[in-house]
């Protein structure tokens, strides 16, 4: 049960890796799987990188954002 399938918005049914182990009162449970490609883009941009609305805008402009 490592690996288990899951469905995917963009992907329909998926495998992705589960917990290593299992304590006795957690949840072993996956809910989804996962970010889409690009999907945290503009807010690693943003708030880890400090980029302002204009850099970005002019990155999309310049092709380099899907």
Same mark, same amino acid.
């Given at each position: 049960r490592h690996f288990r399938e899951v469905a995917s918005a963009t &992907? %329909?049914?998926?495998? +992705?890796e589960g917990t290593r182990f299992q304590m006795s009162r957690s949840v072993d449970e996956i809910t989804d799987s996962g970010p889409t490609y690009g999907q945290h883009t503009?807010? +690693?941009l943003? &708030?880890?990188? %400090?980029?302002?609305?204009d850099q970005i805008a002019d990155l999309a402009v310049a092709g380099v954002l899907e």
């Open positions: &992907n %329909g049914t998926m495998f +992705v503009f807010e +690693v943003e &708030n880890i990188l %400090g980029y302002d609305a």
